[in-house]
């Protein structure tokens, strides 16, 4: 069973920057696409970027490209979002999900991942 644990939000102002981890277990990683995606309150969940874990494709939304990069490290199982010049549209709750097949590489439609954290919120004040 795939579990994705989220971690690293909090409370920043414009400027600052923060680093999400997930932390992935109950699978090995290597043909999955990770995504990260965000759902401010009243609006649909969000794509942010996605990366495929053994190919490094990367895929970042028009927001975020420039200013967030997504990683993993192999050794721990685990996917980064590193967020800096954040804003105040930037705050929502961040999700991590995953899916199983390098055909998802770039996808950005969260209908397409199968497997979801429970989410960290990242608030960002002006």
């Known amino acids: 069973q795939v579990e994705l644990v989220e971690s690293g939000g909090g409370v920043v102002q414009a400027g600052d920057s923060l680093r999400l981890s997930c932390a992935a277990s109950g699978r090995t990683f290597s043909s999955y696409t990770m995504g990260w995606f965000r759902q401010a309150p009243g609006k649909e969940r969000e794509f942010v970027a996605t990366?495929?874990?053994?190919?490094?494709?990367?895929v970042y939304s028009d927001s975020v490209r420039g200013r967030f990069t997504i990683s993993r490290d192999n050794a721990k199982n685990t996917v980064y979002l590193q967020m800096n010049s954040l804003k105040p549209e930037d705050t929502a709750v961040y999700y991590c999900?995953?899916?199983?097949?390098?055909?998802?590489?770039?996808?950005?439609?969260?209908?397409?991942?199968?497997?979801w954290g429970q989410g960290t919120q990242v608030t960002v004040s002006s």
């Open positions: 999900a995953a899916v199983l097949g390098r055909a998802f590489a770039r996808a950005t439609v969260a209908n397409d991942f199968n497997y």
């Open positions: 990366l495929y874990w053994s190919g490094g494709v990367t």
